[in-house]
């Protein structure tokens, strides 16, 4: 009788001692999400989309809009296209790539793909840029990609947007070959694009901190890091100049929704003194298609190059 009396104490002590560490448990998880609740970074109220965006974005299409191409490179001017292509996607927050199947926690985003292709004598450029920019329009871009590939070699960039901004960058040139590096968050120069497209008066004006497009600090091979600039909009152009860097963007775009951009202007002064040179690259729109380009894949869909005056 005493040995079972004994017994029930030991499992009833048993009970609450796994009771009360189950609660402790439960304590210790709450507390840590809250910690990480509170290192997340805080996020702006989330832009209200209109039923205009959603008729325009969310139609299975993509935005592909071609431009005539004045590069210039090598102290000329190089002519070539460059094609902008706006689609909206479904984005993992985690992994930082395009979603396959929908999912509560999937990020909708508005991803510009930017390409350049000129020539540089006999050889050619191919430039292409890549931005995930959530369509809540409250935070920075979630990841940005370049590369840039001519018959010297190639280089790619990435950054993605974690606690911090995460860089990861090879190159075939000295003193820049593999590197991995944080930068403290900014804004960023390829966001802009995309957050034009969302509502133009959201765009950052003034005296900001800006980190420049990683195709200006690849082909310039200026350090990528965040530089002070001066930003300013008005009903048809969005400018930003970084005097250290003696560059100058203007994007000029249709103040009317869409917001679609008609073109752009990049000047860059090089050299010092009496070698000092001014040039600026200019892209002037051809033509814009909406169309499901992931399946014109054929031989017979190549007329939507001529469409796009590509060809």
């Given at each position: 009788?005493?040995?079972?009396?004994?017994?029930?104490?030991?499992?009833?002590?048993?009970?609450?001692?796994?009771?009360?560490?189950?609660?402790?448990?439960?304590?210790?998880?709450?507390?840590?999400?809250?910690?990480?609740?509170?290192?997340?970074?805080?996020?702006?109220?989330?832009?209200?989309?209109?039923?205009?965006?959603?008729?325009?974005?969310?139609?299975?299409?993509?935005?592909?809009?071609?431009?005539?191409?004045?590069?210039?490179?090598?102290?000329?001017?190089?002519?070539?296209?460059?094609?902008?292509?706006?689609?909206?996607?479904?984005?993992?927050?985690?992994?930082?790539?395009?979603?396959?199947?929908?999912?509560?926690?999937?990020?909708?985003?508005?991803?510009?793909?930017?390409?350049?292709?000129?020539?540089?004598?006999?050889?050619?450029?191919?430039?292409?840029?890549?931005?995930?920019?959530?369509?809540?329009?409250?935070?920075?871009?979630?990841k940005i990609?370049?590369s840039?590939?001519?018959?010297?070699?190639?280089?790619?960039?990435?950054?993605?947007?974690?606690?911090?901004?995460e860089?990861?960058?090879?190159?075939?040139?000295?003193?820049?070959?593999?590197?991995t590096f944080?930068?403290?968050?900014?804004?960023?120069?390829?966001?802009?694009?995309?957050?034009?497209?969302?509502?133009?008066?959201?765009?950052?004006?003034?005296?900001?901190?800006?980190?420049?497009?990683?195709?200006?600090?690849?082909?310039?091979?200026d350090?990528?890091?965040?530089?002070?600039?001066?930003?300013?909009l008005?009903?048809?152009?969005?400018?930003?100049?970084?005097?250290?860097?003696?560059?100058?963007?203007?994007?000029?775009?249709n103040?009317?929704?869409?917001?679609?951009?008609?073109?752009?202007?990049?000047?860059?002064?090089?050299?010092?003194?009496?070698?000092?040179?001014t040039?600026?690259?200019k892209?002037?729109?051809?033509?814009?298609?909406?169309?499901?380009y992931?399946?014109?894949?054929?031989?017979?869909?190549?007329?939507?190059?001529?469409?796009?005056?590509?060809?």
């Open positions: 009788m005493i040995k079972n009396l004994k017994l029930i104490v030991v499992l009833i002590t048993g009970s609450i001692l796994s009771i009360t560490s189950c609660k402790e448990n439960n304590t210790t998880i709450t507390e840590t999400a809250q910690i990480s609740e509170l290192k997340a970074e805080p996020l702006a109220p989330k832009t209200k989309l209109s039923e205009d965006f959603k008729d325009y974005w969310y139609n299975g299409e993509a935005e592909i809009t071609s431009y005539k191409l004045e590069q210039a490179r090598y102290g000329e001017i190089k002519e070539g296209t460059s094609v902008l292509i706006f689609v909206t996607e479904d984005f993992l927050p985690n992994e930082q790539v395009k979603a396959n199947n929908y999912d509560a926690s999937n990020i909708p985003i508005l991803k510009l793909n930017m390409t350049k292709n000129f020539n540089t004598g006999i050889y050619p450029y191919s430039i292409m840029q890549s931005t995930f920019f959530p369509v809540a329009n409250n935070q920075h871009a979630l990609s370049a840039v590939q001519e018959w010297c070699g190639h280089v790619y960039t990435q950054l993605n947007n974690r606690d911090d901004f860089v990861v960058s090879h190159s075939y040139f000295q003193g820049e070959a593999d590197t944080k930068l403290n968050k900014n804004w960023t120069e390829n966001e802009l694009w995309a957050k034009l497209r969302i509502d133009p008066k959201s765009l950052p004006v003034g005296d900001i901190n800006l980190i420049p497009s990683i195709e200006s600090v690849r082909l310039n091979h350090e990528l890091k965040t530089y002070n600039a001066t930003a300013s008005n009903n048809k152009s969005y400018i930003v100049s970084y005097e250290d860097l003696g560059r100058t963007l203007q994007i000029d775009f103040p009317n929704f869409p917001y679609d951009i008609l073109g752009w202007k990049e000047t860059i002064t090089t050299g010092d003194g009496l070698s000092a040179k040039l600026t690259t892209a002037t729109r051809l033509e814009t298609l909406k169309t499901d992931w399946n014109k894949k054929s031989n017979a869909d190549l007329s939507l190059r001529k469409d796009l005056k590509l060809q």
